[in-house]
């Protein structure tokens, strides 16, 4: 009887362990889950000015457009403004910016990523920019910078 108390004890703690592990993925996946409607009209947008995209974004991040531009956000909205958007009708706003990893940019020595910036399941704005250090920015109907 004592060697079966012992025995339940373990595996008692195994148990909770791995309830405890179990539930911990399951909020990750419910909150981080990639909308699949929302990817592939990303996508689909993305791949309609030519450039070539990873189908699984790199990175979905929640970004608070704040109510003052400073000249950071004139400037990223000018670059809006060339494609159409503005990003000033979003002030204040949440938005959910999704990061796809670019394939097919001249710059091939850099990490190049294409944003879509979402809010209420439609399309804000985007851009082609790179994440590194002595990085760029540009519109994403700019044809000059896709490598044939």
Known sequence: MKKLMQWFKVKKKYIVSLFFFVS???VVLFFYRIDNKTNDMNVSYIQN???LVEKKPVDIKYIKVPNNFDVIYDSYNKIQKKIGFDLSNYKGCKL???S????NHKETDQDVRANVFIYNKKITCADISSIDFNGFIHEMDDKNKIAQ
């Open 24 to 26: 911990i993925a399951l």
């Open 100 to 103: 796809y990893k670019v394939l």
């Open 49 to 51: 000015f030519g450039w």
């Open 96 to 98: 959910i910016r999704y």
